[in-house]
C-alpha cells in the first residue's frame, strides 16, 4: 500500500541540524571568529556590504560566516536583516573630493594634483602563491610616509574647466529610492545607479566586459578611480543643523568616454559612474561602463540595441538575490505542473501516433 | 518573536501592500506595482504571497499553507512554521476551517465560502511574458486591450497540435477585461477560479506585482467557439486512496518496473475522504 511522503517537518529540522554542523566544520578546528573574517577577508566583506546595500562589517562578516562563505547568500542574509530596519531619511550628498584617499589612479593624466596613490592593490603583484601564508605570520610594517593629501579634487573637474566634459545635471531634491518604491521603466539615472550599486558584480564585469568587446561598444578611459574614507552626514531638522554620524569606506569610478556631438550638443567627453561601499574596484569601473552603456537614449545615441544599453533587461536582471531565489526555486516541487504536462504530451502523443497508442 | 512586529512586517509596509490589494481589487485582474520587500526566505519561493497573506492576517486568523495540493510539502511547511511563529496565528489542514490559505500551483478541492481568502503565490505574473518579454511594451498592451499576439499563439497551438497545447498557467479573462495569469495551477482548476465566493489574492513578490480577484468575478478561460476550454486531468483514473474520481491526481511511480499510481494531489481532501469512509466502514 502506498502512503504518501509526510515528515517535510522532520526532514526540515534535521537537514537544519546538518547544516549547523557542517558549517562547523572539523570540531578540532578553532572556529572562525567573526572580527578574523572582518580583518582578513575584508574584500569578501565589502563585497556582502555593496550587494546587501548595509553597510555594517561586523554583520557582514557575520553573514559570510554563517554563510559558510556563500557570497550570495551572505548578502541574502544581509538584505533580509535590512528590510527590517526602519528608514529615518536620506543623508546629506556625500562628498567624496573630500575623501581620505587610501588609493587614488588616474589612466587620463600621468600626474594630476593629489598626485597617484597605488595604496593596498593586488595590481602588480605576481600572482604567485605564497606558502609562507600557510604558516601563521604577520607582515613586516610597510614603509609610511607623512600623509600630503589634504582634500583630493576630483580629475575629472579639470576637463570640466575647460567645458570638455559634460557637466553632471543636479540631482532633485528627493531622493528615489528603489526599496521604497517598486522599479518603473524608463528608469532615472539615481535610480539605474542604485540598482546597479546593489547589483551582482559578477553580472556587471561581464556586461561591462560585453561593451569592451563591441556589443554597445564606447571606449572609457579611467579618468579616476579613488578608494577613501567619506564623512556621512545629515541635516536634522530638530537641531537645525548638519551632524556627521559616519564615515564609510567607498570605491569611486569615473570614467571618460567619447560622445560625438548630436545636432544640439558638440562633441564633447561623457562620464560613466561607479560608486561602491568598501573597497570594489572591479565592481566600480563595471558600474561605470555599464552606466554609461545605460546612458544611450539619453544621449542620442543611434546604437541601444547591445543587452548593456538595454536598461529593462539590465535592471530586471541585475539582483543577484532575485535571481538566484528565482534560479533557485525550481528545486521546489513542481509536480502538480509537471503531472499537467505529462498528461499533455500523451495526449498529443496520442493525437500524433495512433497507432501506437494502441 | 518580540523582536519582530505581528506578522513579521512593520506597519508602514503592511499599509502599503494593504493601498495596492484594494486597488487590485477594485480592478479585478490589474497588476498592481508594489514595493515588494526583501523576505527572509528567496525570491521565487513565496514571498509575493507571504507578503499578501502578511498584510491579510489578524490575530483570530486560521492559516492553512499548501504546496502542490498538499499540506506537507516542504515549502508548504516552512511558510506555514513561519507565520505560527511571527503572528502566532492558528493553524489547520482543513480547507474549510481556515480563513486564510496561501497556496501555490493549487486550488482546494473543496469548495471555498465566502469570508475566506486564498493567496496564490506567483512567479510571473505577466500573461504575455512570453511572447513579449519588455514590461513597458507588455503594460501598454494591456492598457489597449490588445491581447490579439495571445490570441494567435492559441491559434497556433491548435494548428501544429491540434489543441491548446498549454497545461497549467492556462491564461483567463477577467470580467471580460484584463487578461490574467492564474499562477502555475493546472487548467483544471481553471473553473474554480470563477464566480468563487470566496476572495482570491495573487502576489508575485520579485516582479513586485499584486492583482485580485473579489468575490463572484467572472473569470474565463481563453478558447476559440470551435475548441472550447477543456479542463483535464489524469483520464480515466481515480485516486488509489481514497477513490476520488473529481479531483486533481498526482502520478506516483511505485516501483523500478514501471509501476504507477494515481493519488489525490489536495492531501486534506483525500485524507479527510478516506477517514470518514472507514468511519461508514466501521
Keep these: 500500500m502506498y502512503v504518501a511522503v509526510k515528515g517535510g517537518e522532520r526532514a526540515i529540522e534535521n537537514a537544519h541540524g546538518w547544516l549547523a554542523e557542517a558549517r562547523r566544520g572539523d570540531a578540532t578546528v578553532p572556529d572562525l571568529a567573526v572580527d578574523q573574517i572582518r580583518e582578513q577577508l575584508a574584500l569578501a566583506v565589502d563585497r556582502v556590504m555593496a550587494e546587501g546595500s548595509l553597510y555594517d562589517p561586523d554583520l557582514a562578516a557575520l553573514a559570510l560566516k554563517q554563510a559558510r562563505g556563500d557570497v550570495v547568500e551572505a548578502v541574502f542574509l544581509i538584505r533580509a536583516f535590512r528590510t527590517t530596519l526602519p528608514r529615518f531619511g536620506a543623508s546629506a550628498p556625500l562628498d567624496t573630493g573630500a575623501a581620505q584617499i587610501i588609493r587614488r589612479i588616474s589612466a587620463t593624466y600621468k600626474d594630476a594634483p593629489g598626485g597617484q596613490v597605488l595604496g593596498p592593490t593586488f595590481d602588480y603583484t605576481h600572482r604567485l602563491l605564497d606558502f609562507g601564508l600557510a604558516e601563521s605570520a604577520t607582515p613586516a610594517p610597510a614603509p609610511e610616509a607623512p600623509s600630503s593629501l589634504g582634500a583630493v579634487p576630483h580629475i575629472l573637474s579639470h576637463l570640466g574647466e575647460e567645458g570638455l566634459i559634460q557637466p553632471e545635471r543636479e540631482g532633485g531634491a528627493e531622493v528615489p529610492d528603489l526599496t521604497r518604491a517598486p522599479l518603473e521603466f524608463p528608469a532615472s539615472r539615481p535610480l539605474r545607479l542604485q540598482a546597479l550599486a546593489r547589483g551582482d558584480e559578477g553580472f556587471l564585469l561581464s556586461l561591462a566586459y560585453s561593451t569592451q568587446r563591441g556589443y554597445g561598444r564606447n571606449h572609457a578611459f579611467i579618468g579616476e578611480l579613488r578608494i577613501g574614507h567619506v564623512r556621512v552626514s545629515a541635516y536634522l531638522p530638530e537641531l537645525g543643523f548638519e551632524i556627521d554620524f559616519a564615515e564609510i569606506l567607498l570605491t569611486e569610478c569615473e570614467t571618460v568616454n567619447q560622445f560625438q556631438g548630436s545636432k544640439s550638443e558638440p562633441a564633447q567627453f561623457t562620464r560613466g559612474y561607479g560608486l561602491v561601499f568598501g573597497q570594489s574596484e572591479r565592481k566600480a569601473i563595471s558600474m561605470a561602463l555599464v552606466d554609461r552603456a545605460l546612458r544611450t537614449r539619453e544621449l542620442g545615441e543611434d546604437t541601444g540595441s547591445a543587452p548593456a544599453q538595454d536598461e529593462e533587461f539590465v535592471l530586471s536582471h541585475c539582483d543577484n538575490i532575485q535571481s538566484s531565489g528565482f534560479l533557485e526555486h525550481i528545486k521546489l516541487p513542481h509536480y502538480v505542473d509537471f503531472q499537467a504536462e505529462l498528461e499533455l504530451i500523451r495526449k498529443l502523443r496520442r493525437r500524433a501516433m495512433p497507432e501506437a497508442a494502441q | ?282
Design chain 2, 1 to 282: 518573536m518580540t523582536q519582530y512586529n505581528f506578522a513579521y512586517l512593520d506597519e508602514a509596509t503592511k499599509r502599503m501592500l494593504r493601498r495596492a490589494i484594494l486597488k487590485a481589487v477594485a480592478i479585478p485582474g490589474y497588476q498592481v506595482p508594489f514595493s515588494s520587500r526583501e523576505m527572509p526566505m528567496p525570491y521565487g519561493w513565496g514571498t509575493g504571497g507571504v507578503q499578501v497573506t502578511a498584510a491579510c492576517l489578524v490575530p483570530e486568523d486560521t492559516l492553512k499553507v499548501i504546496d502542490q495540493g498538499a499540506d506537507d510539502t516542504t515549502n508548504a511547511v516552512s511558510i506555514r512554521k513561519f507565520f505560527a511563529r511571527v503572528a502566532g496565528i492558528a493553524t489547520t489542514e482543513a480547507t474549510a476551517r481556515a480563513s486564510v490559505i496561501q497556496t501555490r500551483h493549487r486550488i482546494p478541492e473543496t469548495p471555498l465560502a465566502a469570508g475566506q481568502i486564498l493567496v496564490f503565490q506567483v512567479p510571473i505574473p505577466e500573461p504575455l511574458r512570453f511572447l513579449e518579454p519588455r514590461e513597458t511594451e507588455t503594460r501598454t498592451m494591456h492598457a489597449l486591450e490588445d491581447y490579439g499576439l495571445m490570441q494567435v499563439r492559441l491559434y497556433e497551438d491548435i494548428a501544429r497540435h491540434g489543441e491548446i497545447a498549454r497545461a497549467y498557467a492556462y491564461p483567463v479573462r477577467v470580467e471580460g477585461r484584463y487578461v490574467m495569469d492564474p499562477s502555475p495551477i493546472p487548467k483544471f482548476d481553471n473553473p474554480k477560479l470563477h464566480m468563487s465566493p470566496a476572495l482570491q489574492l495573487f502576489g508575485a513578490g520579485r516582479e513586485c506585482r499584486i492583482y485580485a480577484l473579489p468575490p463572484f468575478t467572472r473569470v474565463e478561460s481563453l478558447d476559440f467557439d470551435d475548441y472550447p476550454f477543456t479542463p483535464s486531468k489524469a483520464a480515466g483514473q481515480a485516486c488509489a486512496i481514497c477513490g476520488a474520481a473529481d479531483s486533481y491526481l498526482d502520478e506516483v511511480i511505485t516501483d523500478d518496473a514501471g509501476g504507477r499510481m494515481f493519488v489525490c494531489s489536495d492531501t486534506e481532501y483525500c485524507s479527510s475522504r478516506a477517514a470518514s469512509q472507514q468511519g461508514d466502514a466501521a
